[in-house]
């Protein structure tokens, strides 16, 4: 028995490969295009003996995909392959299209014609799971009721116009062929690896190197905030026990400012690494907003909780002491991202085999 999973060298496919291999001995084929998100380092962790092999690829390679499914025969699909920063989406929306609207049309379309020849038990068993986002369903006013699965979309980004394309092509596959798809929307995750561009990673190394910690506005933006091992957990759940064709939200039940979320970080670097200098909350910095900011998300998760039984473990203020607290203990993964040098540990450690 083995899956493959797309992005696999990425934040959120990193924490979920980790995950998997701890919990099941089912192999792991993870195919990573290795842009400046995937980092191979995030999966150093595990050892030579784990089920594991890294295929260097791109999602958009139909043929590439098609062997690799030919050779493997996974019994499940996960696609978190994406390029998903609004920032970059914003100055380089080329990249976004090719990957998220590209990729995943000739990411289904290898696995259809796979699946299509699959037969009996191993037919009716095989699942296709599509990792997505709540940025599909636009904005939300103060008042408006959090996001459920039947909100209609409304991106308002490149970055969440891509996302919402993919969503679009996952769900007709499933109507106009059949394919037994699972498609999941989550709220912001954060935690273990993640790439210092995102909100939470930027202000911990920014703090930590005395530079301004940047706020876009009047810092009021709201997000839902998801630790990312509960986000891990509940694909699995969705795997697992979903519903063919349906769309499930997952979220943390936690809507914070953005300004919240930095003065929490700095309460807790104040605690665990205090600076001579005073609190870190002297580098507190308003910038420009963001072209186009949407003013707040919020995920209803009703529904995995009713139907699939799930709800997250972790509460924010336990789940960003937890990734303070990794990222303090891990200084040498931060000082190699943020420098570049993962790039050539990349370049002379990766080969396509089992990686540990």
Known sequence: MSILVTGGAGFIGSNFIIEWLQQ????????????????????????????????????????????????????????????????????????FIQTNVVGTFNLLQATRNYWEKLEGEDKATFRFLHVSTDEVYGSLAP????????????????????????????RAWHHTYGLPVLTTNCSN?????????????????????????????????????????????????????????????????????????VTTICDILDDLQPNPAGSYKRL????TDRPGHDRRYAIDAQKMKNELGWTPDDTFETGIRKTIEWYLNNLTWLESVTSGDYRTWMDRNYEQRNIG
């Open 189 to 261: 995750n954060y935690g273990p690896f993640q790439f210092p561009e995102k909100l939470i990673p930027l202000m911990i190394i920014n703090a930590l190197n005395g530079k301004p910690l940047p706020i876009y506005g009047d810092g009021l933006n709201v997000r839902d905030w998801l630790y990312v091992k509960d986000h891990c957990a509940a694909i699995r759940v969705v795997l697992d026990k979903g519903r063919l064709g349906e769309t499930y939200n997952i979220g943390g039940y936690n809507e914070k400012t953005n300004i919240e979320i």
């Open 24 to 95: 099941s001995p089912s192999r792991v084929i993870n195919v990573d295009k290795l842009t400046y998100a995937g980092n191979l380092q995030n999966l150093s962790c595990l050892a030579e003996t784990e089920p594991h092999i890294f295929c260097h690829g791109d999602i958009a390679d139909q043929g590439f995909i098609e062997s690799l499914l030919t050779e493997h025969k996974p019994t499940a699909i996960i696609n978190f392959a994406a390029e998903s920063h609004v920032d970059r989406s914003i100055h380089g929306p080329g990249d």
């Open 284 to 287: 507190i910095t308003y910038v």
């Open 143 to 170: 008042q408006d009721p959090a996001f459920c699965e039947t909100t209609a979309f409304a991106p308002n980004s490149p970055y969440s116009a891509s996302k919402a394309a993919s969503d679009h092509m996952v």
